[in-house]
């Protein structure tokens, strides 16, 4: 039987975790089953407010926190029993809290309740889309959803190398898609070893891979662009594998990932909250060597490449809209049918609304958001390429394009750029690298120098708050 590790909660700021204590759970499954998981403690990154709009949509019966969290449970919501994830509960408890989760575990479910019958249409998860593009919205997935995922990370994730099941380390919320379908679900169905973090922080993330011997290290973006910023290669141990998803990568960010650890074998997936996970990714050596691709469609999936104007369906090689059909694809948004009927088309097509192309051999390739392009005189703008080439340069740590409203053209683009160090890059300089690039339609005609760029737990570029920053000085 394999140990389930229990480590001490760290205090404050994550520590490195101290040596773990072994509690020895009794277990019916056989021994590869069983997941070893190294929790540290968990946080959750979404606010009082975006809580308190999705406790309002969905309505929950109960709900399971710890005590630090406690107060991003608005009062408002009175009536909701709480279920702690603490050991005990204290003298002065808020009175909403019904039990904890050790009271759980220690009573001996009774024998006379019947199970509820679920059927696989049933909805199995509510996650919430970020709302990076739109206004948040609830994803319904059902069991059938989630089982398929399940089978789809099963069978394409590599669970060994060398002959060796792979340790991963969780760096992603489960809260979003790709945490909740690759951890949650996925992995710890198949007995992989997972190693989690409460939220990244670099040099967490460093003390765990080498305390645990990772080998294999799912993220998304900004780790990467922090991993390559990094003035020396940072040490990752016995680390194979990273596999990057949630948000575009760029060929410049793959190029600076190899050169600065050529060991490290860099994957990518891509998918949505309405697939329940992945519907496209790369998963072999081979594969990923496919420049910039985002790999081939999972298994069981259906994809075609339309124009986003006519919905016509475009041939190899054509950029497109993307749109998908499989068994993970959402049942819909929940109490919005209008945003439903715009999103499934009546034959089962999710419409992704990213802007793709698929080559000859059926790799998939990810351009932009169609949302988010900036259209200068009527031509269309893609930020990730720009960005992409920004990320390039050497005295650039992170940058992010977004459109700039201007009466002649429409929409210019305009960089947020983050510089090393020392450095004292200019205005002027970061838009003549890019022009020198591109076409001049797609040029840089507007500079800002930051500290940091703000992005989601998923890793996308928070251009909202971009473009409000831009415009406010209008
Ligand atoms: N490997 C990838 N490459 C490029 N883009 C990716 C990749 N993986 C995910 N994405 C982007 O993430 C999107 C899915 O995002 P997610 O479902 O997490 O929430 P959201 O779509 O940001 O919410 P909202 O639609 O409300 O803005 C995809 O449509 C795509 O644009």
């Known amino acids: 039987m394999r140990p389930i590790v229990h480590l001490p909660r760290p205090q404050g700021r994550c520590r490195p975790p101290p040596l773990p204590k072994f509690h020895l759970l009794p277990h019916r499954l056989p021994r590869r089953h069983v997941p070893r998981c190294h929790p540290h403690h968990h946080e959750s990154l979404n606010t009082a407010r975006e809580i308190s709009n999705q406790i309002a949509d969905s309505s929950p019966v109960l709900a399971f926190t710890t005590r630090t969290l406690l107060p991003k449970l608005s009062a408002t919501f009175l009536n909701l029993p709480i279920v702690l994830l603490e050991d005990s509960r204290s003298a002065d408890e808020d009175p909403r809290v019904v039990s904890t989760i050790q009271d759980l575990i220690s009573t001996s479910p009774t024998t006379t309740q019947s199970r509820p019958a679920v059927s696989q249409e049933d909805t199995a998860t509510l996650l919430y889309s970020s709302g990076t593009t739109g206004k948040s919205k609830g994803v319904i997935s ?7 995922m399940v089978q789809i990370i099963l069978t394409r994730f590599k669970l060994e190398g060398d002959g060796q099941p792979e340790t991963f380390i969780c760096t992603v919320p489960m809260f979003h898609v790709y945490g909740l379908a690759a951890f949650a679900t996925g992995l710890l169905g198949s007995g992989s070893t997972v190693v989690i973090l409460s939220r990244f922080d670099l040099g967490e993330m460093l003390r765990a891979i080498s305390e645990y011997g990772a080998t294999y290290l799912p993220l998304v973006p900004p780790i990467l662009v922090a991993m390559i910023g990094a ?69 069981n999936t259906e994809a075609k490449i339309v124009d986003p104007e006519t919905g016509e369906p475009l041939p190899v090689n054509r950029t497109g809209e993307l749109w998908l059909r499989g068994p993970y694809v959402m049942k819909g948004y929940y109490k919005n049918p209008e945003a439903t009927r715009s999103t499934l088309d009546s034959k089962g097509w999710l419409k992704t609304g990213d802007l793709c192309y698929i080559d000859d051999d059926g790799y998939l390739f990810v351009v932009d958001r169609i949302k988010e392009l900036i259209k200068y005189k009527g031509y269309q703008v893609a930020p990730a390429e720009l960005e992409g080439l920004l990320l390039a340069h050497p005295e650039i740590l992170d940058a992010a394009v977004i459109p700039f409203p201007d009466k002649e053209v429409g929409q210019v683009p305009m960089a947020y ?42 890793g996308k570029i928070l251009r909202k708050d971009l473009i409000s920053l831009a415009t406010s000085k209008l």
């Open 231 to 299: 003035e020396k290669p940072l040490q990752l141990g016995s680390l194979r594998r990273v596999l990057s998803g949630g948000a575009p990568l760029s060929r410049e960010l793959i190029d600076g990932f190899r050169e600065k650890y050529p060991a490290v074998e860099i994957l990518q997936g891509y998918g949505l909250t309405e697939s329940t996970g992945i519907g496209a990714s790369t998963d072999s050596h081979e594969e990923s060597q496919r420049y910039g691709t985002a790999g081939l469609l999972s298994p």
């Open 417 to 458: 750029v983050v510089r090393k160090g020392e450095s004292e890059l200019t205005e002027a300089e970061v838009m003549e690298f890019v022009g020198k690039q591109v076409a001049p339609y797609k040029r840089i005609r507007r500079v800002a120098f930051v500290a940091s760029i703000p992005k989601n737990p998923s």
């Open 142 to 148: 059902t069991h059938r959803n989630l089982i398929s």
